[in-house]
């Protein structure tokens, strides 16, 4: 069975600084997808950004980047140029797409909040 | 920008009591799936659903769960005898054949049992 683990339950930033949320997990499959998801107060699950095990360069979307560390099981989420809008809680999820369910198991979620 | 959506937004029933959670997937998807959140704890997978059957359920999902497709456009989760601890916000997802890493999720329903 995967799990998925986030260590940092909370963390502040200042409006227009970086923020890096650290998520690592375990599987013994190599199969696999790994996503960001941002929830906001509405609770709206909102997918953020999207990593494929098979892919060595680090996916980017826009002030959304990750760090990718296969070997060691990591895969961090770096928020650059913080917005207000940022604030939410951030879920770390995997997929293993050879699995017939295709379910996502998700980590315990950091909540961001960014100060003006 | 189709969207998944589900009803209804709140729904507060007595323990014991039956509910049935309803979801509109995004029309042309065909994979289905059940999630559910406790306040203040992680998405925990309950059951994913696909071509008129069950492909995979978790431990939570025991024989009080139940999912159907009724009618080809909606998707429900029914609980048969409500419990205090059922209470959570229950989110519907969806994704075609071709995107299966991209499920798009509703806006949830929260169930509060009393």
Redesign the interface.
């Known amino acids: 069975a995967q799990t998925v683990t986030q260590s940092q339950p909370e963390m502040s930033v200042q409006e227009a600084e970086t923020v890096t949320l650290s998520c690592t997990y375990d599987t013994s499959e190599n199969n696999y997808?790994l996503?960001w998801y941002k929830q906001p107060p509405?609770?709206?699950?909102?997918?953020v950004i999207?990593q494929?095990a098979y892919k060595q360069q680090n996916a980017t979307e826009n002030r959304f980047s990750v760090n990718f560390q296969k070997a060691a099981k990591s895969f961090s989420l770096k928020i650059s140029d913080s917005q207000l809008g940022d604030t939410a809680m951030y879920?770390c999820?995997f997929?293993n797409?050879k699995?017939?369910?295709?379910?996502?198991?998700?980590?315990?979620?950091t909540r961001v909040l960014v100060k003006p | 920008e189709p969207e998944v959506t589900q009803t209804p937004s709140h729904q507060v029933t007595q323990m014991g009591q039956e509910v049935i959670l309803r979801c509109v997937p995004i029309s042309n998807h065909l994979y289905f799936y059940w999630y559910r959140q406790i306040l203040g704890q992680k998405v925990e997978f309950l059951v994913s659903f696909y071509n008129n059957e069950i492909s995979e359920k978790s431990e939570i999902f025991d024989d009080q769960f139940s999912v159907e497709r009724p009618d080809g456009s909606n998707f429900t989760l029914k609980i048969r005898s409500t419990k205090l601890e059922d209470s959570a916000m229950y989110f519907c997802a969806s994704t075609d054949k071709a995107f299966l890493y991209e499920q798009y999720f509703g806006p949830g329903t929260r169930l509060t049992v009393t």
């Open positions: 997808y996503f509405s609770r709206q699950m909102i997918l999207r494929e879920f999820a997929m797409y699995a017939a369910g295709n379910k996502l198991t998700f980590g315990g979620g």
